[in-house]
């Protein structure tokens, strides 16, 4: 059984979709160990609340320091014995003494096809923004593995999603999160849960 600790700092939406997954026997072989938000006000941790699994909030803003901060999130990590970390609306960059201790074993959802739209400044809605600002038809979202890069680590799912006329960043940060997020991040999940995922030279390749 895979133990997941799913990072957050919002809503999270996504962190349902994973608890709903699991629920229905959409993602097998996996449960949720911790949910850690850096926002003690995320209504992400309500929603792990809810589903009687231990939420805790560490926040940079109880540390002198960077440093000290990400040390306390990789030694939680540890304490929980996560297998792999998920990154669900985490707005914080992890930072390579994490992703060090995790290699491919932290996977990020980004709402956008990667290489579009993404790296430094390109998160939350931010990235559709940046779509509707470029004109773009297409849009869509992408679960991948967490290097020491921005958003450049090896492309586990993607989907497409049709930008529509008249959308605003928040029509359009909701269509991607129905069509596409909640649907690939939970399939993402078991795939890996399940042995299907595959690295090598930087590529992700799926089992079937
Ligand atoms: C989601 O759209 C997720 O893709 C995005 O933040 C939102 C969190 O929503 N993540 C990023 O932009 C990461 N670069 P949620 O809290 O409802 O899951």
Known sequence: MLKLGVLVSGGGTNLQAILDAIETGKITNAEVGIVISNNPGAYALQRAEKHGIEAVCISPKQFENREDFHKALLSRLKESNVDLVVLAGFLVAIPPVIVEA???????????L??????????????????????????GATVHFVDTGTDTGPIILQKAVEVQPGDTPEILQRRVMEQAEWDILPRAIDLIANGKVCVADGIATIKE
């Open 102 to 112: 995790y290699p491919n074993k932290i996977v990020n959802i980004h709402p956008s």
């Open 114 to 139: 990667i290489p579009a739209f993404c790296g430094v400044g390109f998160y939350g809605l931010h990235v559709h923004e940046g779509v509707l600002k470029r004109g773009a038809k297409v849009t």
